[in-house]
């Protein structure tokens, strides 16, 4: 099975490099051109994140295919540090001690890396599973969302962060219920 990771278009708080988890901002109209400029490889079904973001997203690649929404796909919450930038978080301790661990610490007042891997690679298991074996899914989501299931599924398998993407950005994987193998980005 082909599966497809796209990371949602751009919105306002992108364009800030503001942590943008559980606020849920549209596509600023940067982020629907770029969409619009792109091409993304067809698919059968689209799997989304409940963000408007992301539903927006698949209904502009994809306005004629049915879209299943899966609120578990949805990016981290990022507490204390949510809507804000690094600028902003400047000289904040708790900021500092989350960096200086490698964003390896729980976000305060949110979710744990963990927490938030672990939330999404089984939503991402369920969706697939509950699939027909012969569909092309794309997985509309976030960049945390593909970083995490990639990170778990892909080989040969690479740290968390290696699996960045822009927004609008895309992976081409195949799946053999078991493993992602990127074939195309």
Not at 41 to 58: L, N, Y
Not at 67 to 76: A, H, I, K, P
Request: hydrophobic share 30%; with cysteine.
């Amino acid at each position: 099975m082909n599966i497809i990771f796209i990371r949602h278009g751009k919105t306002h708080g992108n364009t800030e490099k503001r942590y943008i988890g559980k606020t849920d901002e549209p596509l600023c109209q940067n982020g629907i051109r770029l969409i619009k400029s792109r091409s993304y490889p067809a698919c059968d079904i689209v799997v989304a994140s409940p963000m408007k973001r992301c539903i927006q997203t698949a209904e502009i690649i994809y306005p004629d295919v049915k879209q299943l929404v899966c609120d578990d796909l949805r990016e981290c919450d990022f507490g204390d540090f949510e809507g804000r930038n690094y600028a902003e978080l400047n000289g904040n301790a708790d900021y500092q001690k989350w960096i200086d661990s490698g964003g390896t610490l729980p976000f305060p007042n949110g979710e744990s890396v963990e927490e938030f891997k672990n939330r999404c690679t089984a939503a991402f298991t369920e969706m697939v599973s509950a699939l027909p074996c012969n569909c092309t899914p794309a997985f509309v989501v976030h960049g945390g969302t593909i970083m995490a299931v990639l990170e778990k599924y892909a080989v040969p398998q690479k740290d968390y962060y290696d699996y960045m993407t822009e927004n609008g950005g895309y992976y081409l994987t195949e799946y053999d219920g078991k493993n992602l193998r990127i074939i195309g980005e």
